[in-house]
């Protein structure tokens, strides 16, 4: 990896934006005729042919404590076994692959795995109730899923709905007698070795993945990514996260979420760069210990754990060598300036901000290593990326620290390709030449971008979206609610919480018991993030003549706004 004077791969910002040409990187990526651009293959079968067979790939520790270690080749090895078992379950190219794991080995083998058979990843967050996993398999026709044990139970109760989902493949079980039905057990352990998969030959235009995200209206939708976001991928974590052949990579987020697949398999691995994977989630001692014991030198997280680490204080980080880490990036929600400024003071280090989406597929503003953080800027678009802010013709703005709508020039190599089965919402996302992201900014005198706030009702907690509908859906389904609505309301951890409003059916009273009931059934059927942390009872929700909820009002009234124009309100 070549590197500048400066020390940083990236070197002159300027110069890289003058320069750039996604030419050079896929000459980078070796991208000649004939040769794959499956990213499974790139991850595995030619970092080991650069030489770094032996190179650890994974270092995974278990919620337990244990470490195991995997090389590239060893990689190479799982990820082939996948690919072949799904083969001879007639899986075929195209069709989609859910992924229903907690974050353990197979999870990583299986998705190169299938994206090396030419099928379509659909990686599930494990936190997903029955109703949120059902809604997506459903929506693409899954033909099969790997799980657990322990999830295989959820998918159980989400399986009559879904007629595609032929094959269910449940890894780490260790008693086979508790699977039911077609379940099989595959352990890619115990599995003879694959030494040779012919990989599917993909184009840069295969597709890959299919991201689920929370949108404005209706149900999450699939952003279908494809092969070719490797180069977006690669180039991004080469220059932000910064990669060297020694570091020790870390990617806090899980692969349920785009943020764990670009940069928690994509990026990092097409670099042939060692990546931490913790089995538990956010847990202090084990977050800190973790970057001792593992030498981590990098660390991409999120705001909300920062935020979280910074209330655990500064006492418990002087009990921990942390002198290992040098360079720390963070995304998913606003980084605030206390955060860069806090992490600057006790870690010696700023956290870098990272602007992206799901839809974006890698990493488009960003602060840079080298470049001064303007703590609270998400810093400059990334080279050969054009990026704008636009009025409410979606022109752009020329002036200063004006906020708009933040938008992209379509084409980049990580470009969603579409919405699964939805090419009209798909279509809306682009207006005048643009991709118009869905969120506002401002860019300064220097051309720093400021995040200003999103332009839709999604709500974002602790960096995860949630569609205010899918809540609102869940909560119809309770026995008591007749009306519902959901908004984000401020929280000083989460960024928001997600905050509902509920209008009862006749013969149900408002009491904490049936607060809480309402709680727990739309955790169960969603996810614990879903889960509406306040409710609110209300005789009637106010609505347009047309009836649709306006969480305008009620997210005024829950920040003791003035209401505003509410002229068309029903009964009004
Ligand atoms: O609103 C922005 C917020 O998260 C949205 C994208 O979420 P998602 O598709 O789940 O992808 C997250 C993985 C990158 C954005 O539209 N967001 C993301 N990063 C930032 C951010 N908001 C402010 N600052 C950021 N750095």
Known sequence: MNT?????????????????????????????????????????????????????????????????????????????AFAKLLQELGVKDGERVAIYLDRVPSLYFSLLGILKLGAIAVPMFSAFGEEALQVRLANCDAVACITSPRLARKLRKARPGLPALKRVIVVDADDESKLKGDEMAYSVEDAPPVEVFPVFPATEETPSLLHYTSGTTGQPKGALHVHGSILSQYITTKWVMDLKPDDVYWCTADPGWVTGISYGVIGPWSLGATQLVLEVGFIPARWYSAIEKHRVSVWYSAPTAIRLLMREGEEIVKQYDLSSLRHLCSVGEPLNPEAVIWSEKVYGLPFHDTWWQTETGAIMITNYPGMEVRPGSMGKPFPGTTAAVLDDRFEPITEPNKPGKLALKPPWASMFR???????????????????????????????????????????????????????????EHEAVAESAAIGTPDKVNMEVVKAYVALKSGFEPTKDLELSIMNFVRKRLSPLAMPQYIEFMDKLPKTRSGKIMRRVLRAMDRGEPIGDISTLEDE
């Not at 320069?19 to 030619?46: H, K, M, Y």
């Not at 005048?432 to 971008?449: F, H, K, L, M, V």
């Open 418 to 476: 579409e919405y699964w089965g939805n090419r009209t919402i798909y279509e809306s996302k682009f207006k005048n030449g643009w991709y118009i992201t869905g969120d506002r900014a401002r860019i300064d005198e220097d051309g720093y971008y400021w995040f200003e706030g999103r332009d839709d009702d999604v709500i974002n907690t602790g960096g995860h979206l949630v569609a205010p509908f899918e809540v609102e859906s869940a909560l119809l």
């Open 4 to 80: 500048d004077k400066s020390g940083t791969n990236i070197g002159s910002y300027e110069e890289r934006v003058k320069n750039f040409t996604w030419d050079a990187v896929s000459q980078e990526l070796g991208f000649e005729d004939g040769v794959p651009r499956n990213i499974g293959w790139c991850c595995t079968d030619r970092v080991c042919e650069q030489g770094l067979r032996e190179k650890t790939a994974l270092i995974w520790e278990s919620a337990q404590g244990e470490v195991h270690r995997y090389t590239f080749n060893e990689m190479r090895l799982y990820s082939n």
